[in-house]
């Protein structure tokens, strides 16, 4: 059982500096918590009550937290929630301004709904969703006080009305201050933590602690700089991933960052943030990923992150820290290709994230090479450097060599030397559909060809 359950409940999609907030809490925090992303529904309110209902039925954890898609904060703020739960605190969370920054977006019980702000855990009337903790005991309690019915059963959205509206009064309340409101009437109280102050980002980020997050996020990246990949760590983290997928008969390869200090530095890069394995998308099917995810945890994989909508891309990060990007290639006979971005909810969102796609001949994969790496045979694109060549361009041995490119992304490279591999969907589609042209008016020469054959025999 984990800490807590960090619930993602967006219909646009989580943007850029939430998802590195999350990203960062996975490296403060390690595996302690489990993070879960719903999207596909237009109706927040039902959202949130699909994602407190599959919490409160499962064994995951005694406590979550939801987290709005366009929220700042730092690992501190979760680690400190987390605590005044276990103290006690069953309905609690931090504090943001509205998205103009002109108020704040919880409601206290001071004159005219003020909050005071003394960074301690204070009662307030009404707590936002964007920050706020909610015990597995208080949903249980609340099914039962208020008898809750279970709407859509063997449905999708099958779930207790937590955040439905549903009132006799004349003020229409919004989800978050509906469900505060109803737990108020069962006698428990709402509480804000005032020492959690965080961001919410509108035409900027406003918050009322900037001062204090700036220094401190100069001070993460500073560490940052020092290195973020432990190469022993690393190790362990690649040999479970290839075991798991040489296990389950798919034909698999190192990749991107990976390949590349491997061949160029035969060590792993302290300046890269994952290790990257890439594997034919039609050797394991749909109905294989469960087996995949579980034999992937028993290689100590612990965090599992699908992308929205097809299986593109599986990022997993190993109990000792390191995060694996897994990507499933898809390919016809001359071509093969990946999506470097996915532009769904909950997905690795960028907004000029206009590179989506990564395009290979089929020939570098056709017959894979060997490459011996940290005393293990590991399958790689051949030839490899011409494949490098193709993937970062001719200057790809300068990728990630200086400390203040620690977070530099394939993406940005590609911006800069613009290597041949790099496709827009809609190239790639036109690639596809003039290859497959050729490819069919070439059938109808050599059938046109045979007939006349045959004729003269």
């Not at 469960?290 to 109990?319: M, W």
């Not at 290639?329 to 470097?340: F, G, M």
């Not at 993937?391 to 613009?418: A, I, M």
């Not at 290597?419 to 809609?426: F, Y």
Request: charged letters at 30%.
């Amino acid at each position: 059982m984990k800490d807590f359950v960090l619930s993602v409940c967006s219909h646009r999609g989580v943007s850029p500096i939430t998802a590195s907030c999350i990203e960062f809490a996975h490296q403060e925090l390690g595996n302690n918590f489990i993070i879960r992303y719903d999207s596909g529904d237009a109706w927040l309110d039902r959202m949130r009550s699909v994602a407190a209902t599959q919490f409160m039925e499962h064994d995951w954890a005694d406590y979550m937290i939801f987290l709005d898609d366009d929220i700042v904060f730092n690992p501190h703020h979760l680690a400190k929630l987390f605590q005044d739960m276990k103290e006690g605190y069953r309905l609690v969370g931090g504090l943001y301004p509205v998205r103009n920054g002109s108020q704040l977006a919880s409601y206290g019980i001071e004159d005219k709904g003020g909050i005071r702000l003394d960074g301690k855990v204070n009662e307030i009337k009404w707590l936002a969703t964007g920050f706020m903790g909610i015990a597995k005991s208080l949903l249980k309690e609340m099914v039962e006080h208020y008898e809750l019915p279970r709407l859509q059963q063997g449905q999708w959205c099958e779930c207790f009305p937590f955040f439905v509206f549903t009132s006799d009064k004349k003020m229409l309340w919004s989800e978050d201050w509906s469900f505060c409101e109803r737990a108020r009437e069962m006698g428990e109280k709402v509480y804000a933590d005032t020492s959690i102050l965080l961001g919410h980002i509108g035409d900027k980020v406003y918050t009322c602690a900037d001062a204090v997050e700036a220094t401190r996020r100069k001070e993460h990246l500073e560490r940052r700089r020092r290195g973020i990949l432990n190469p022993g760590d690393a190790k362990v983290a690649l040999e479970g991933v290839c075991g798991v997928l040489e296990d389950l008969g798919a034909r698999h390869w190192i990749d991107s960052g990976t390949l590349l200090s491997a061949v160029r530095d035969n060590d792993f890069n302290i300046y890269d943030h994952d290790i990257d394995v890439r594997c034919f998308k039609d050797d394991i099917s749909d109905e294989a990923m469960p087996k995949l995810i579980d034999s992937l945890y028993n290689a100590g994989y612990r965090t599992f992150q699908q992308n929205v909508g097809e299986r593109r891309q599986l990022l997993c990060i190993h109990e000792n820290g390191v995060m694996l990007d897994l990507k499933f290639c898809e390919h016809d006979d001359r071509y093969l290709w990946y999506y470097v971005w996915d532009t769904t909810p909950g997905g690795s969102i960028h907004p000029d994230a206009l590179v989506v796609a990564h395009c290979f001949e089929r020939r570098y994969f056709d017959k894979l090479g060997e490459r011996e790496f940290y005393g293990r045979k590991y399958p790689v694109p051949s030839p490899e450097i011409e494949y490098l060549n193709q993937h970062y361009g001719e200057k790809w041995r300068e990728f990630k060599t200086k400390p203040e490119e620690v977070d530099q992304t394939d993406l940005t490279w590609d911006s800069q030397h613009d290597p041949p591999c790099v496709m827009s969907l809609e190239a790639l589609a036109q690639l596809r559909a003039a290859d497959s042209a050729a490819v069919k008016s070439k059938n109808k020469t050599e059938v046109k060809l045979n007939e006349s054959k045959r004729k003269r025999v």
